[in-house]
């Protein structure tokens, strides 16, 4: 049986009524995301919003962010990004059994199952700090959860991409810490078939430690695609998008990149006599 799983990313939420970087409605466009999440012709199974849920990881702006998510009609998991701040998403969130598996420390990881389908989130957020980084303590929860379910075709979910994506000046503030160790815990574990990520607000995709890494774009605005060692800092206006992740045992986990806005058809190749249309 076919389950699918939608990731979202990068959703930037601030207080109702505020803009980001004084142009961009995130919240209109996490709407309107949400909107083309529900439409899917085949159902979610799940939603996972791969970090950077917030601006600024404040109490009102998670609350705006549940309000927002509340219409999906699948089951939303939720981690943090470089924006967010793990303690006030666990406060805003309580009833997400995910975001209190652990809830010891600061870091924000946990394991699910989607129809078969293991989800695992590994919190690569340092507190006030752009970068990602992976520490011992997370690699051996890691290590430990994969070796719990060998046989589960799993997805690894993390905020930074643990791969190069050539976009300078988001590579100096990605997996700066951990990436080779990460790799050294995945070559370990084959029933990984994904590695996803947010934090680039584009679509990216790398043959990364034996299996497939890949970005997710945001919900609202994109980087801009400059692969110049010193392009700028900048966003555009891109539309948004998100991906899903579709898998029908025994085949292979397959990842489809979907847009957000609506557009004209679906029209037909052939007519009724099943010719086709010239």
């Given at each position: 049986m076919q389950k699918l799983l939608v990731q979202l990313s990068d959703t930037h939420?601030?207080?109702?009524?505020?803009?980001?970087?004084?142009?961009?409605?995130?919240?209109?466009?996490?709407?309107?995301?949400?909107?083309?999440v529900n439409r899917l012709p085949q159902p979610a199974d799940a939603v996972v919003v791969t970090g950077d849920?917030?601006?600024?990881?404040?109490?009102?702006?998670?609350?705006?962010?549940?309000?927002?998510?509340?219409?999906?009609?699948?089951?939303?998991y939720l981690m943090p990004g470089n924006h967010d701040d793990g303690a006030a998403l666990r406060r805003a969130f309580p009833d997400h059994a995910e975001l209190h598996q652990d809830a010891s420390g600061d870091r924000v990881c946990w394991a699910v199952d989607v129809g078969g389908l293991r989800l695992v989130a590994v919190d690569t957020t340092v507190p006030?700090?752009?970068?990602?980084?992976?520490?011992?303590?997370?690699?051996?929860?890691?290590?430990?959860?994969?070796?719990?379910?060998?046989?589960?075709?799993?997805i690894v979910?993390?905020?930074?991409?643990?791969?190069?994506?050539?976009?300078?000046?988001?590579?100096?503030?990605?997996?700066?810490?951990?990436a080779d160790a990460f790799a050294a815990v995945l070559a370990r574990h084959p029933q990984v078939e994904r590695v996803v990520a947010g934090h680039l607000h584009?679509?990216?995709?790398?043959?990364?430690?034996?299996?497939?890494?890949?970005?997710?774009?945001?919900?609202?605005?994109?980087?801009?695609?400059?692969?110049?060692p010193e392009a700028p800092s900048a966003f555009r206006m891109e539309p948004p998008g998100f991906l899903v992740h579709a898998w029908t045992p025994p085949a292979p986990l397959v990842t489809h990149l979907a847009y957000v806005e609506?557009?004209?058809?679906?029209?037909?190749?052939?007519?009724?006599h099943g010719e086709l249309i010239d």
């Open positions: 939420i601030r207080r109702p009524g505020q803009l980001a970087y004084r142009r961009v409605d995130t919240a209109d466009y996490l709407a309107r995301a949400v909107a083309a849920l917030t601006d600024f990881g404040q109490a009102d702006e998670y609350a705006h962010l549940r309000a927002l998510l509340s219409p999906l009609a699948a089951p939303v006030r700090a752009a970068h990602g980084e992976l520490e011992s303590a997370q690699l051996a929860w890691l290590d430990r959860t994969l070796a719990a379910a060998p046989a589960a075709p799993t979910a993390v905020h930074h991409p643990p791969f190069p994506t050539r976009i300078g000046h988001m590579d100096d503030i990605g997996l700066v810490h951990g584009r679509s990216i995709q790398c043959r990364w430690a034996g299996t497939v890494a890949m970005t997710c774009p945001s919900t609202a605005h994109q980087v801009v695609l400059d692969l110049a609506e557009f004209a058809g679906p029209f037909p190749f052939h007519d009724e």
